[in-house]
Nanobody, 121 residues
Framework: QVQLVESGGGLVQPGGSLRLSCVAS????????MGWYRQAPGLERELVAI???????NYADSVKGRFFISSNNAKNAVYLQMDSLKPEDTAVYYC???????????????WGKGTLVTVSS
């Protein structure tokens, strides 16, 4: 059973930084994409940043130049460095992965339980 386990959320002042981590635990064959979504109160879940095929990075316009995604394929992990945080970045951040559990299985989407990031003075 593959699970995505997030860590690193918390309370930070505007202008501060946080680093989120996510590890895909359990046996898996390969990862097609891994990244982060967020959901603020009253809003829909939105893409923040994602890495596909281990090298292609995509970011939401609202975080470009402030957030940076990276991955460690050997650890089945993805990270999100968040700098120059703003109050509007406050949300629950969810780890996402599109992966194969077995060589012959179809890809499946997995989600973490979410970690709260609060940006406030």
């Amino acid at each position: 059973q593959v699970q995505l386990v997030e860590s690193g959320g918390g309370l930070v002042q505007p202008g501060g930084s946080l680093r989120l981590s996510c590890v895909a635990s359990g046996s898996l064959f390969g990862i097609a994409a891994m990244g982060w979504y967020r959901q603020a109160p009253g809003l829909e879940r939105e893409l923040v940043a994602i890495i596909t095929s281990g090298i292609n990075e995509n970011y939401a316009d609202s975080v470009k130049g402030r957030f940076f995604i990276s991955s460690n394929n050997a650890k089945n992990a993805v990270y999100l460095q968040m700098d120059s945080l703003k109050p509007e970045d406050t949300a629950v951040y969810y780890c996402y992965a599109d992966l194969w559990v077995h060589e012959l299985s179809p890809k499946g989407e997995y989600w973490g339980k979410g970690t709260l990031v609060t940006v406030s003075s």
